[in-house]
C-alpha cells in the first residue's frame, strides 16, 4: 500500500455508540491531521500531530478524541456524537508540520460519517 | 482576520481555457496552495507558489501577487476529467493552512 489510507470509508452511528476512525500513512512523514469536511465550507483543521506528539488542538469538541501511537497511525475516537458532526473526516501527513519544503499535504480519501 | 473567497461553482466547456480566482487575507503568508479534489475522493496537490507570478505545469497554471493578495488557477484544453471542486489555501506567519470553500468547476461537452 502506498499514500494515505482511512478507514472505514463509511460509518453510520447513533448518538450514543462509540466508534474510531483510523488512518495509517506509507510516506514517512512526521506530521499527521484529521480535518473536517462539510458541503461548501472550507476545511476546518481538527488535530496536528507533528513527530507524535498533539501540537493543534483547534477548539474541537471533547466528543472527539484522536490518538497518534506512533507516526505512521492515526485514530479519531469518537462517543455521543450529535447530527451536526456529520461530515467527511480527513486524514493528512506531511513532511513535518511547517518550514520544510513546501508543507504539501497528502490526503487519505476520507470517512464519511452520519450520525443519526 | 484571516479570508479566503473563491466562486461558489463554475461550469466551463470541454477544450476551452477556465480561470478560478483566489483572493485571501491572512496573518503573514508563507505561500499559496491549490488542490482538486474529484466527488468522493481525496484532495490532491496542484501546485505551490510564494512568489509573484506564473508557474506552469502543463495544462495547468497557477498565478500569486502578493501585493493585490490575489491567485488564479488556469486550466487550459479542458477534459472531462477536470470536472472536480478546486481548493485555494494559504500558508500563514505560523505555517497554519487557511482553507477558501472551494469552487465546484462543472465540464460541459
Known amino acids: 500500500e502506498t499514500g494515505v489510507t482511512q478507514t472505514p470509508r463509511h460509518l453510520v452511528m447513533g448518538m450514543t455508540n462509540k466508534k474510531s476512525l483510523k488512518c495509517e500513512q506509507h510516506?514517512?512523514?512526521?506530521?499527521m491531521y484529521w480535518y473536517k469536511q462539510s458541503a461548501k465550507k472550507p476545511l476546518e483543521l481538527m488535530f496536528v500531530y507533528n513527530f507524535k506528539e498533539q501540537t493543534e488542538n483547534n477548539s474541537v469538541p471533547s466528543r472527539f478524541s484522536p490518538e497518534c501511537p506512533n507516526s505512521s497511525h492515526l485514530f479519531l475516537h469518537l462517543h455521543t456524537l450529535q447530527p451536526e458532526d456529520s461530515a467527511l473526516y480527513l486524514c493528512a501527513s506531511s513532511q513535518d508540520r511547517g518550514g520544510q519544503g513546501t508543507g504539501e499535504l497528502f490526503f487519505g480519501e476520507g470517512s464519511r460519517l452520519t450520525v443519526l | 482576520g484571516q479570508n479566503i473567497d473563491q466562486p461558489t461553482e463554475m461550469t466551463a466547456t470541454e477544450g476551452a481555457i477556465v480561470q478560478i480566482n483566489c483572493t485571501y487575507q491572512?496573518?503573514?503568508?508563507?505561500?499559496l496552495f491549490w488542490y482538486q479534489q474529484h466527488a468522493g475522493e481525496a484532495p490532491t496537490f496542484l501546485s505551490y507558489?510564494?512568489l509573484d507570478g506564473l508557474e506552469e505545469k502543463g495544462r495547468f497554471s497557477s498565478f500569486l501577487s502578493r501585493s493585490k493578495g490575489y491567485s488564479y488557477l488556469l486550466l487550459k484544453e479542458l477534459q472531462m476529467k477536470d470536472s472536480a471542486s478546486y481548493l485555494c489555501a494559504t500558508m500563514d506567519s505560523n505555517y497554519q493552512l487557511i482553507w477558501g470553500a472551494g469552487t465546484k468547476l462543472i465540464i460541459k461537452p
Open positions: 507558489n510564494v
Open positions: 491572512t496573518s503573514g503568508f508563507n505561500g
Open positions: 510516506l514517512g512523514h512526521n506530521a
